[in-house]
């Protein structure tokens, strides 16, 4: 079973794109964020006849988020219990797997735009409810993958220059405890259950050739519960279609599954 994550930074401009990967890398689900596009406006048919089904919580110009799949998914749930929030960030569905049912969730965690302003300090009470409500969905699902854009580079490693990035968002010290909070309910970070090249990221500025010079960071990712760690053989960044004309900002990363291997 190949899960994947891609901010694709608005559906509607890089549709061909994501049918276009799917075609060449026909994963299990793909788990897509900022759609940037109304519900109504979903492109339903290009995944349908492509072989995929979708649920989607999408919303206008900004945000929204979906999961696109090659089995219907069951029991959807959009956005998080407890948060007031208009912002379309979560959807979560559950796939079957030869081990049992998966919940698969997509998640677009906020920016937080700088330590100083108020969108940080949503940024650290959104994690903070996204903890709460993982705490109850491990316990009705203990096959859990949450996959997505986190906006938090975990460590000193996922970012190309440490000390340039020193005091900015997506890499202060509360950022990076809500993030490891996350892992701390037993959910890991699939990226680095394996060797991996050192300066590997998944998003990079648009501005001053990044993507050329490989200035990015490490910030979307795949977490495994318990249950799925040990079933996880393999997780890689795919920065190809970063390369593309008109691309997304970030690129798609991919954990694949093993149940053959469940104990």
């Known amino acids: 079973m190949k899960l994947a994550t891609w901010n694709v930074n608005s559906l509607k401009v890089r549709l061909p794109q994501v049918v276009n990967w799917l075609r060449n890398n026909p994963?299990?689900?793909?788990?897509?964020?900022?759609?940037?596009?109304?519900?109504?406006?979903?492109?339903?048919?290009?995944?349908?006849?492509i072989g995929y089904h979708a649920v989607w919580a999408?919303?206008?110009?900004?945000?929204?988020?979906?999961?696109?799949?090659?089995?219907?998914?069951?029991?959807?749930?959009?956005?998080l219990p407890g948060l007031e929030d208009p912002q379309q960030r979560v959807i979560a569905t559950t796939l079957p797997s030869p081990a049992g049912p998966v919940r698969v969730i997509s998640a677009y965690c906020p920016n937080g735009q700088s330590l100083d302003s108020d969108k940080y300090q949503y940024k650290l009470r959104w994690f903070q409810a996204l903890h709460e409500w993982l705490q109850e969905e491990l316990q009705s699902y203990p096959r859990l993958a949450i996959l997505g854009d986190y906006n938090v580079a975990p460590a000193d490693e996922d970012v190309h220059d440490p000390a340039k990035w020193e005091g900015d968002v997506l890499v202060s010290e509360p950022e990076r405890a809500a993030f490891q909070a996350l892992l701390d309910l037993g959910l890991t970070d699939a990226f680095r259950l394996f060797p991996q090249e050192e300066k590997s990221f998944s998003w990079w500025d648009y501005r001053r050739m990044a993507f050329r010079r490989n200035a990015g960071l490490r910030i979307d990712h795949v977490l495994l519960s318990e249950a799925l760690r040990p079933l996880c053989t393999e997780c890689v960044i795919d920065k190809e279609p970063r390369g593309w004309e008109q691309p997304s900002d970030h690129t798609p990363v991919i954990a694949t599954l093993n149940f053959g291997q469940e104990p």
């Not at 994963?27 to 006849?49: R, S, Y």
């Open 27 to 49: 994963v299990d689900a793909l788990c897509l964020q900022e759609l940037k596009l109304a519900d109504e406006f979903f492109p339903l048919d290009a995944f349908t006849e």
């Open 58 to 79: 999408g919303q206008k110009t900004y945000n929204g988020v979906a999961i696109i799949s090659r089995q219907p998914g069951t029991d959807t749930h959009r956005n």
